[in-house]
């Protein structure tokens, strides 16, 4: 197997003799001085088993995304060996954001009382550049800088409202209220759309029944109990 | 004459007696290491008669863009005191913005290459606020944060694509390619619009016949051999 690109908590590998794709989940948690932040861009520490938790978690909101139409990437796991097999997808540099309430970099930003809904949900754009801090793009640059073709930022924008969907009501079941998320999405050879990479705490902040807001690893454990 | 507020390159004042409010322009230039740059937010010189200058500048500016329909706030200047009398405005903190051809910070914060055209011009909306870099805005989060009301989002780029139209026209002619700039917006009491703030170097990049590109100072010179 040989390393395609190494990520924060993931790593991308291909059988070389096959030529099929993996994630493989890391133990690394984003955040900050040892405060675990999903938005954070920065790994924050490591805990033991936290990739393969990831990688279950991730296979069973996958799954049930495909359950409800929405295509993804999953193509099966192994859950002993943390890795995910995975459909072979050009992938943006771009993250699609949802929101249901006001939360995080945006309530600092434009300095927003947290906690405020959005209904629809806001959507919102983000290229994936850790030195500029994830800036804001409109589907003009996006176009103008070659990331993406015509028609496939709004397709970006349909799939996300999809999942957030979907999403909002399954963890709802279990007892959270998602505030928001982001995906990422990778087109096949003929320019269909799939949701990629991972469905995990790691991609979403939510509140419990208490109105506190666990942290990825807090709620992984929150979610396990659930799906086992 | 009371200071209302004390910024980067201007004063504003009232006159209490009268109730009448004026802009005084000061000699100080915005830029860094003794750089000067219309896009940055910190001071980084100050140049003598700069403030007097950049006065007579907005004069003539404001005065076209009255003569071709585009109301603004001016209502007089008394050139030997720096001061502008302005109409009484309620002014969000909110700079339009347009560009013809990347550059700036557009350019670095998405790496696209400086001096790709914009047709039609690229509009964007920031919010005044240096400590969160002036993050790009939208209409939904303006009026979420109550700085604007329904429709004056619009308003306020309709009329921004009109400055536009005649300022390029106008620079044109004086044998310079307007890249982008920036305007601050008012309301009156029946909320009618109005462009306020400066029409100077400090609001614009622009190109030379030579294809280099003017600091406020050189261009301030440039500009005055034109209109003197």
Not at 27 to 47: C, K, L, M, Q
Not at 114 to 127: A, K, N, R
Not at 128 to 137: N, S, V, Y
Not at 209 to 218: L, M, S, W
């Amino acid at each position: 197997m040989k390393i395609l690109y190494d990520g924060k908590t993931k790593q991308v590998l291909t059988d070389e003799a096959t030529g099929d794709m993996y994630l493989l989940f890391k133990d690394d948690v984003t955040g900050e001085d040892g405060i675990f932040d999903p938005g954070s861009n920065t790994v924050g520490g490591s805990v033991e088993g936290k990739g393969k938790i990831g990688l279950k978690i991730s296979q069973y909101f996958l799954k049930v995304m495909e359950e409800n139409g929405i295509p993804t990437h999953y193509l099966g796991a192994d859950l002993d060996k943390g890795l995910m097999k995975v459909r072979k997808l050009t992938i943006p540099p771009l993250e699609f954001v949802l929101r249901y309430f006001t939360a995080g970099s945006m309530s600092r930003r434009f300095s927003i009382e947290e906690g405020l809904p959005f209904d629809p949900p806001y959507l919102e754009v983000t290229l994936k550049d850790d030195e500029q801090g994830d800036p804001l793009i409109s589907e003009r640059l996006a176009l103008m800088k070659g990331i993406l073709v015509e028609g496939q930022y709004d397709e970006g924008l349909d799939i996300l409202e999809k999942v957030g969907e979907v999403l909002k009501k399954e963890l709802a079941e279990m007892g959270l209220t998602l505030i928001d998320f982001k995906i990422e999405v990778g087109y096949d050879e003929n320019g269909k759309i799939y949701v990629a990479d991972e469905i995990t705490p790691d991609i979403w902040r939510v509140r419990d029944k208490d109105g506190n807001i666990p942290n990825q690893v807090e709620c992984s454990k929150l979610i396990l109990e659930k799906i086992n």
